[in-house]
């Protein structure tokens, strides 16, 4: 089973700044990792899946980077309504099982 | 527009069942894989099941293994889940999401779903 780690558990920033979150796994996932924001009380919203590759709508400020057991979620300038909860998750290339990881949240500072 | 609707939470004491409900709209219900993914109040995203195209196959996390059941009913453009012998552990908001490839694309809004006595 696949476990994924996300670092820092908490991370606080003001906006205009650059975030840098990081997910790693336990074992190689090559690139099958998704990114989510998820904020209180709204279902989680897709932001990057295949490691890199934004989804539908997502902006720009938003990109994704890593292979193997090594991800990163980075934000380059912050704005306000990016301050969220944000998951990385893996599937399994079979059988089909996912895991999230635990979450990182993203505060005002 | 695309959109996934859930229903059937409740309250409902150890040892119940309850049969959540997924009614989807806006896509090919038929041509995607559906999971259940729940997130228990404070705490993080798990997921729990999912379910391909057809219904042919099915997969769970191993703690709902033997309790829970996911089917579809392409025909009527809906995903259930089945939920038995319940426990406090359970208690969560359950979301249907549809798969897309390696991720979930598309999240309904979820339904919560208490275990207590």
């Known amino acids: 089973e696949v476990v994924l780690t996300q670092s820092p558990a908490t991370l606080s920033l003001s906006p205009g700044e650059r975030a840098t979150l990081s997910c790693r796994a336990s074992?190689?996932?090559?690139?099958?990792l998704a990114w989510y924001q998820q904020k209180p009380g709204q279902a989680p919203r897709l932001l990057i899946y295949?490691?890199?590759n934004r989804a539908t709508g997502i902006p720009a400020r938003f990109s994704g980077s890593g292979s193997g057991t090594d991800f990163t979620l980075t934000i380059s300038s912050l704005e306000p309504e990016d301050f969220a909860v944000y998951y990385c998750q893996q599937r399994n290339n079979w059988p089909p099982l996912f895991t999230f990881g635990p979450g990182t949240k993203l505060d005002i500072k | 527009e695309v959109q996934l609707v859930e229903s059937g939470g409740g309250l409902v004491q150890p040892g119940g069942s309850l049969r959540l409900s997924c009614a989807a709209s806006g896509f090919t219900f038929s041509g995607y894989w559906m999971s259940w993914v729940r997130q228990a109040p404070g705490k993080g995203l798990e997921w729990v099941a999912n379910?391909?195209?057809?219904?042919?196959?099915?997969y769970y996390v191993d703690s709902v293994k033997g309790r829970f059941t996911i089917s579809r009913d392409n025909a009527k453009n809906s995903l259930y889940l089945q939920m038995n012998n319940l426990r406090a552990d359970d208690t969560a908001v359950y979301y249907c999401?549809?798969?897309?490839?390696?991720?979930?694309?598309?999240w309904g809004q979820g339904t919560m779903v208490t275990v207590s006595s």
């Open positions: 999401a549809k798969s897309a490839a390696t991720a979930f694309d598309i």
């Open positions: 295949d490691a890199s």
């Open positions: 074992q190689s996932i090559y690139s099958n």
């Open positions: 379910i391909k195209t057809d219904g042919s196959e099915k």
